[in-house]
């Protein structure tokens, strides 16, 4: 019970370092130049240690060679294609009066028997014009998946910088621990240090090398997930191109009122609904005019109309609750990651006065571990809470409908 008692600390210690490193290589899943206040990157300089093991890797790089081959932009671009076809059909039947244009007006309307009229000139507009929209909506769907890929695509950017920066925080602290290992064993030789503590010291060793596995592995998952979302294969030893931002990055976050009012102009969520109002209404228009008050397609017709309307509401209210979202998370990620700086800072400082204690002979390795454990835990919250703060500024710009 006394061995015990004598290294349950130490060994706790190890452990609890080890356990704070290896839930923030799981935790998230870099906007465009639109506007630079809200690029996370933005006035980051390239540190050299961060492209030492490789080529850098830049957001713009990822972004430009998934503009070719992402499968998502792939498919949005053969949704556009079979618009237009369906949009080039549809101005050749209206040139002629004939069996085509009734058919296509069952179908569009689902009237199984013969059309009640012989085709006119409003059911002809009516089909072109709809059709026009239609392949508008096409192409607004376009512009929403590569909305949808940036956001991912940065997202997983962000990923990769997160990991590689959790990385690089596990191999300092294992250089700490591994040095305080070294003074353990030199102090049992000068005879100013117990066996105790040179155990104490290589359960943190083992504890930090097995988080830098993690970390490693991590890292390596999150460029894979990233190649995924590019489409294309990355240079293994690749790494992300600049540093997570830090608080000022949120120094000019611009006004609610006028992001949203940027947000329902430009978000093609917003557009494809309006576009789908003005098609039922057409619709609706057409139908009057050639079915009787009553009839149950003509009330179909109505109830669409009254739905389409709701739905443009219902968009322009999702567009402006995402943009005061986005804006407040970072806000709040920006405060809560400039407290973690000053929690890093006397976390460092704490660790080099333990240092100094203990070269003096009035500090145990037990102090300058748990002030080695404390650093770690406070690295990995910072880098967690710059990631959140990227991670939002993505969201305002992806809430605002930037490309």
Request: glycine fraction near 4%; avoid cysteine.
């Amino acid at each position: 019970m006394t061995w015990i008692r004598r290294y349950r600390w130490p060994a706790a210690a190890a452990l609890v370092a080890a356990a704070v490193a290896w839930p923030a290589l799981h935790g998230l899943a870099l906007p465009s130049a639109a506007s630079a206040p809200l690029r996370p990157n933005a006035a980051v300089s390239t540190p050299a240690a961060a492209v030492a093991g490789g080529p850098a890797y830049t957001l713009d790089e990822a972004l430009r060679q998934a503009e070719d081959d992402s499968l998502q932009l792939q498919l949005a671009r053969v949704q556009v294609d079979r618009a237009q076809l369906n949009y080039e059909y549809t101005l050749d039947i209206t040139r002629n009066w004939g069996s085509d244009v009734v058919r296509v007006l069952q179908m569009r309307y689902n009237v199984s028997s013969i059309w009640p009229v012989s085709p006119d000139d409003r059911a002809q507009d009516t089909l072109r014009h709809t059709a026009a929209m239609g392949l508008d909506q096409a192409k607004l769907g376009l512009d929403q998946a590569h909305q949808a890929a940036r956001l991912a695509i940065t997202r997983a950017y962000l990923e990769w910088q997160k990991a590689t920066a959790l990385a690089q925080a596990q191999e300092e602290a294992l250089a700490r621990a591994k040095a305080q290992e070294a003074s353990a064993s030199v102090g049992i030789q000068a005879g100013t240090a117990s066996r105790y503590d040179l155990l104490a010291a290589q359960a943190q060793v083992g504890a930090m090398q097995a988080a830098l596995t993690a970390a490693r592995s991590g890292k390596e998952s999150a460029r894979l997930a990233l190649e995924r979302l590019v489409g294309v294969p990355m240079d293994p030893t690749a790494q992300p191109a600049a540093d997570l931002p830090g608080p000022e990055a949120a120094a000019a976050l611009p006004q609610a009122d006028s992001l949203v009012a940027e947000a329902l102009k430009q978000r093609p969520e917003a557009a494809i609904a309006r576009l789908s109002q003005a098609m039922k209404k057409e619709d609706l228009d057409l139908l009057t005019h050639d079915f009787d008050s009553g009839t149950i397609i003509l009330s179909n017709a109505q109830i669409a109309a009254r739905e389409a309307d709701l739905q443009v509401q219902a968009a322009e209210a999702d567009a402006a609750l995402q943009v005061r979202q986005a804006l407040l998370a970072a806000a709040s990620a920006a405060d809560r990651l400039k407290a973690l700086q000053g929690a890093e800072d006397q976390a460092r400082e704490a660790l080099r006065l333990a240092h100094l204690r203990f070269d003096a002979g009035l500090a145990t390795t037990t102090e300058v571990l748990g002030a080695q454990s404390a650093l770690s835990q406070a690295t990995a919250s910072r880098i967690q809470a710059a990631a959140d703060l990227a991670g939002a500024l993505a969201d305002i710009q992806r809430a605002a409908g930037r490309r």
